[in-house]
């Protein structure tokens, strides 16, 4: 596979617009000339080994930092959207979404709420009958995706909330620290049967918890209650920061946020980043150690991009039983569908016909890049004999490289390149001419249909 030039003429200029030097100044301590820093700023050169070197060493600079990471993501969501039947064929190429990637992210970032908006109002159209009359019919953008966008766009990595969640475990034994704190600020607390999964009354200071949930729910539960009554302050900051463009999607993130410090507080990032390398991220293992259940820890493990003190880049997704995406989170180059379901050939699929047991895929997506892909069915019981129970299959994965950091990867064979599985993101977007499981054909290449043959599929897709 051909290994890519690195552009990060964004990550260049923000580093020396941070630092407050020019680029005379900046270029001398890097050690290059003025011109050869203004072409790499405006992306015309990639940065060179030594400048990387040179960045790490004069300013500190985390080298994991100048990774694709946002350019990545945004190239992969506008390769999406482009895909979408009102561009038609004519699909610019890679190398074009890159640099506008890089070059303007802002432009890309208003391109994809375009084309979201123009969905959203397909959506509507779609619906008309219902809608009309109504004070709603209005388009508005969905606050679900802009949250979820917020969250991809930081790397699912919250630094203030994180860090301030570190510190509340700091103090003593968790549950013990979390029931002084609710004492301390007038509130009772009560487990009952009948309760919901938790239950906040202001006026009285009650908080009330289910019963029927697990253990490690609860206490999650109890750490969310904890981040709205304390942290209050700094979740609302961290809103401010994000500009959402309506109250509705702000409400979401602050019940994110607060999740997020839940998750924080219960496996400490330090902590749980020594305990994850001690076990070779054995997840029943971490979920043992921090009392927490398989998918808070494999959401968690998705979380550890802490500059200068990063984990491994994971992938982390959950799916209902229609192959719904209902969580996604990538620090790898795996992208996933921004709509729509994944791909069927993943073995999170799969994970339903196996319960109780991890699954594991090798898989190759049709950029090159291979995987180690974990599975696991997921349920969520109601608590009691009528309620209903909720299942689900999460998806943690990493690049192949580092197999040898799992307890996952061992007795794989990753040297076989026939031992990997192709998988895609979305079908209308992969490239792939023989898949037997293809729903529709590539937006991207042109197709041959022959009434007289019929294979696999009622086309073929020429080279």
Known sequence: MAVRKHYAGVKLRETRLRVGVTQKAFADRLGISLPYLS???NNHRPLSTGVVLALAQEFGLDVAELS??????????????????????????????????????????AFLELHRAYRQGQERLASLDDALGRDSARIQPSPWEEVRDF???????????????????????????ARAVLADHGVALEITPD????SFDPASGHLTLSAGASPATRRFQMLHQIALLTRGDLLEATLDLARFKSDVARDIAKIGLANYFAGAALMPYGAFHDAAREVRHDLEQLAGRFGASIEQVAHRLS???????????????????????????????????????????????????TPGRFVRQLAETPDGVRYLCLARDVLKPGGSFRAPTRRYAIGLGCEVSHAGRLVYGDDLDTGNAQAFEPIGISCRICEREHCHQRSVPPIERPITVDPHKRGTLPYTIPR
């Open 39 to 41: 072409q790499m700023e």
């Open 68 to 109: 694709s990471g946002d350019s990545e993501r945004m190239v992969s969501d506008m390769r999406e959207a482009l895909a979408d039947p009102v561009f038609g064929a004519d699909i610019p190429p890679m190398g074009d979404l890159r640099l506008a990637a890089s070059n303007a992210p802002t432009l890309a970032r």
């Open 151 to 177: 969250f991809h766009y930081c790397d699912n990595y919250i630094d203030a909330v994180d860090r301030a969640a570190e510190h509340f475990a700091s103090r003593g034994p968790l549950e013990e620290t």
């Open 195 to 198: 309760a919901p999964l938790r």
């Open 303 to 353: 979380t550890l991009q802490r500059p200068g003190a990063k984990g491994i880049p994971f992938f982390f997704v959950r799916v209902d039983q229609a192959g719904t995406i209902t969580k996604r989170h990538s620090a790898t180059r795996l992208q996933f569908a921004r709509y729509g379901g994944a791909c069927p050939l993943w073995n999170v699929h799969r994970a339903f016909e």
